[in-house]
């Protein structure tokens, strides 16, 4: 009997890039959902996380606290925060499909959850050096928001991309 060093052919997965960027808009909505309406209940400015966002863009200046949000400021925030959700689920997406995460529901509903916490500490305490405002919106809130996010990425994933390769097979 001969043992083959190459008897299992591994193929390679590639993500399914329309339900990852879904993914990430639908993700991305629900996030500034539960970020301006959780800032209104704690008694903020409701509007915070969007000059937060758009002070990525415009640099802090854009942090001045107003009675209305400038059409300019609301999509900057929009942009950058949409582009980064879909960047955020592109990744997500990557590591799903390369280690086979979507193999069940609860599989890839822990990568989501893991990915989420993960992206928490890097956004609120790794991008804190280059976006310092970011520090004052640490807590259970955003760390929470940020592991809905990666749970609503890998569900809608999961859902998106199953019917999408058998299509495509």
């Not at 993700?27 to 903020?44: E, N, S, W």
């Not at 086979?100 to 822990?110: I, P, Q, T």
């Not at 956004?123 to 640490?138: E, H």
């Amino acid at each position: 009997m001969q043992l083959h060093m190459h008897s299992h052919h591994y193929a390679r997965r590639v993500p399914v890039w329309r339900a990852a960027v879904i993914g990430g808009c639908v993700a991305g909505a629900v996030f500034l959902v539960i970020q301006v309406v959780a800032a209104a209940i704690i008694g903020h400015d409701a509007w915070a996380p969007l000059r937060m966002i758009a002070a990525i863009y415009f640099g802090d200046d854009a942090l001045a606290p107003s009675i209305t949000v400038e059409v300019g400021t609301l999509l900057a925030a929009l942009g950058v925060h949409f582009a980064l959700s879909i960047v955020f689920a592109l990744i997500l997406a990557v590591i799903i499909a390369c280690f086979s995460l979507d193999s069940s529901v609860g599989m890839a509903s822990v990568a989501g959850g893991v990915f989420g916490a993960l992206l928490y500490v890097v956004n609120y305490y790794g991008m804190t050096q280059l976006f310092p405002w970011f520090a004052d919106a640490r807590g259970w809130v955003s760390a929470l928001d940020h592991i809905v996010f990666g749970l609503i990425v890998s569900d809608a994933y999961m859902r998106l991309e199953r019917p999408a390769r058998s299509g495509a097979a």
